[in-house]
């Protein structure tokens, strides 16, 4: 008789899908695993619906509504092992910049009714709601990075994936620092690792897409930019990006308002 295949279900919150568009596109990789697991609830790719309970969940997006909270809390009892995936879910998202504004402001504003709109007044992490076993970080997330969760999981080992700054990437491949020899502002020292430095391998900036790295020294990097001509405005947007909620970037950009 054969064994059960694991159950995998992937849920959606406030988010753009590109999350889950990384796990599609994952093809070769997710073939590799795609026989020994039961991807069994997952919206945006099949019609397919298999009810729970289920092994693992992976969950994009972040909380936004009262409706999601109840949501999410549904989701954490069906699921073994919930897993967050993306910067909407392990930090709020792009849309948490909303979480320094009035939020009724701007529904009076758009909506010809506000009064049906129901709404919280910020966008939050999943793991604000729930308890989360794992966040895999990044906008979007890192196929091969998720490949790996999702097996360490199976075969209940922890996953293997890297916590140093961009930075380390950019001296693996070789590139010439773009704020030491451009003056170019750059999140890179600060932010965790996972898109291959992608902006500064094209003499760009770091932009923060992976969310702060562990003990993230956000207000060394604030000084230096400051030394060389950074002004407390510029630095509070750089930290007001994909992961402006992330709690060390959060609390940096709060610094310079």
């Known amino acids: 008789m054969n064994a059960r295949k694991p159950k995998v279900a992937v849920y959606k919150f406030a988010s753009c899908d590109g999350c889950q568009l990384s796990l599609l596109d994952a093809e ?12 069994s609830y997952f919206p945006e790719a099949s019609r397919r619906m298999v ?7 992976l ?8 409706h999601d909270v109840e949501r999410i809390r549904a989701v954490r009892k ?8 993306g910067a909407c879910a392990t930090a709020g998202g792009i849309q948490a910049l909303r979480n320094w504004k009035d939020v009724k402001e701007f529904t009076r504003i758009v909506y010809a009714n506000p009064e049906h709109i129901s709404t919280l007044d910020r966008s939050l992490p999943i793991g604000s709601f729930v308890h989360v076993d794992f966040e895999l970080r990044g906008c979007p997330i890192n196929k091969f990075q998720l490949i790996e969760v999702i097996v360490a999981y199976l075969h209940k080992r922890k996953p293997n994936i890297p916590t140093h700054s961009v930075c380390i990437d950019c001296k693996l491949k070789g590139n010439v620092c773009v704020m030491v020899a451009n003056g170019t502002p750059c999140l890179g020292p600060v932010t965790h690792v996972g898109c291959g430095a992608l902006c500064p391998s094209y003499q760009r900036g770091c932009y923060g897409c992976y969310g702060p790295m562990d003990s993230a020294n956000t207000s060394a990097l604030s000084a ?13 947007l750089m930290f007001r990006g994909f992961n402006a909620y992330a709690e060390a970037f959060r609390r940096e950009s709060d610094s310079h308002e």
Do not use: F, N, Q, W
């Not at 969950?59 to 009262?66: D, I, L, M, Y």
């Not at 400051?226 to 002004?231: C, K, L, R, V």
């Open 51 to 57: 009810r729970g309970p289920y092994d693992i969940g």
């Open 28 to 39: 070769e990789e997710l073939l590799a695993i795609a026989g020994t697991i039961d991807i």
């Open 78 to 85: 069906e699921c073994r092992t919930l897993i967050t995936i």
């Open 224 to 236: 230096h930019m400051i030394e060389h001509g950074a002004t407390k405005h510029e630095l509070m």
């Open 59 to 66: 969950v994009e997006g972040s909380v936004t509504t009262p």
